[in-house]
């Protein structure tokens, strides 16, 4: 399936009944179809010209630390913005620096790129364990900063047109984990940040801070894919689900974490339908106890 694609993409790029669970964070996913890995823009709209043609589903994916893919895989073609496309690039401005990053820039590379140039703003970032394109799009955050608070502009591709575009910050209609690209489907190609000079040691001392409140508090040791849910207004789902004694509720290799209730995580050898099994629960037992409904921050993409 998809073998002339040989024709035009180099092979090194492209990966036949490729097992996703290598690609995301959770370690969870079966074989898709193909997953491409473009080098440049021009790979991605030859790609993109292909897949509008011959009319194939398609997803795009970063670091893959908030999907969970089904056990079927996937059929069509994953389009993966890695570290193939990352680059980061500053300019001095009246202001401080602008920071122009590649979409498939590490946030952690991104945030210690700030760190050393004495730049603020970043240091929320420095352990969310996604790519930037996948963070504007989620407007990822953490401890009070997000990325809204720093993005000044991004650039895209048209997957339907196929043009390189750019979105001012104003167009991004960001508000918590949400922009527009959730609705638009547009390609993330780079992000530029506005960060204000500051004092390396200060910076540097804030990111370990952060740092170490993750490793205390988050069940790091084990695959997941963060929060499972999204915060509900006021509340916090972590709290909730300890509330509702669901701490440790397990199926199959699935387990709301001891450690921080609010993630579900892979013990070893857990499947989507058991991840699946332990969100259904969860949301029902929640909402039958406190008539919150729980809605899931993780993306769930199914195989066909
Ligand atoms: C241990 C752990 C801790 C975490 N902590 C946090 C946290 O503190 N705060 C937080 O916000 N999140 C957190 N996350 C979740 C996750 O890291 C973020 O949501 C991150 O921004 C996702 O980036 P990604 O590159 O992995 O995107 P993916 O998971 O690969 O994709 C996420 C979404 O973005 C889309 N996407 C990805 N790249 C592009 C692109 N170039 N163009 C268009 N669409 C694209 C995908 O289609 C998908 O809809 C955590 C996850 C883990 C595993």
């Known amino acids: 399936m998809y073998t002339d694609i040989k024709n035009f993409l180099p092979s090194n790029i492209l990966f036949f009944n490729e097992p996703l669970k290598k690609h995301t964070t959770f370690r969870i996913g079966g074989a898709a179809d193909l997953l491409v890995t473009p080098q440049s823009e021009e790979q991605l709209i030859k ?21 969970l893919f089904s056990d079927e895989g996937y059929r069509g073609i994953i389009v993966k913005i890695g570290s193939e496309l990352s680059s980061i690039e500053a300019i001095p401005c009246e202001n401080g620096m602008i920071i122009s990053a590649g979409a498939g820039t590490l946030l952690s590379k991104l945030a210690l790129f700030a760190c050393e140039n004495s730049l603020t703003g970043l240091e929320f970032a420095s352990g969310i364990p996604g790519n930037v394109g996948g963070a504007v799009l989620m407007n990822a955050g953490a401890y009070d900063g997000e990325i809204s608070q720093v993005l000044v502009r991004s650039t895209y591709l048209d997957c339907e047109n196929l043009s390189v575009c750019t979105k001012n910050f104003d167009e991004h209609d960001f508000s918590y984990r949400h922009s527009s690209y959730e609705n638009d489907g547009y390609l993330i190609l780079s992000a530029s940040f506005l960060l204000k ?13 952060l740092n170490n409140r993750r490793i205390t508090k988050q069940p790091l040791e084990f695959p997941s894919a963060g929060s499972t849910f999204k915060r509900p207004a006021g509340l916090f789902a972590g709290k909730l689900i300890e509330d509702a004694n669901l ?18 995580i892979n013990t070893g050898n857990a499947t989507c339908e058991d991840v699946l099994g332990v969100i259904k629960y969860v949301q ?6 406190f008539g919150v409904e729980l809605e899931t921050e993780v993306k769930i993409i199914e195989a066909q």
Do not use: P, Q, W
Request: net charge positive; glycine share 12%.
């Open 47 to 67: 790609l993109f010209k292909y897949i509008k043609e011959n009319c194939i589903r398609y997803v795009i994916i970063g670091n893959g630390s908030n999907l």
């Open 197 to 209: 000079k500051g004092n390396k040691e200060d910076i540097l001392s804030k990111m370990k801070d």
């Open 247 to 264: 701490k440790g509720y397990t199926v199959g290799g699935a387990k709301v974490s001891e450690k921080h209730c609010g993630f579900v």
């Open 284 to 289: 029902n037992t929640v909402f039958a106890k």
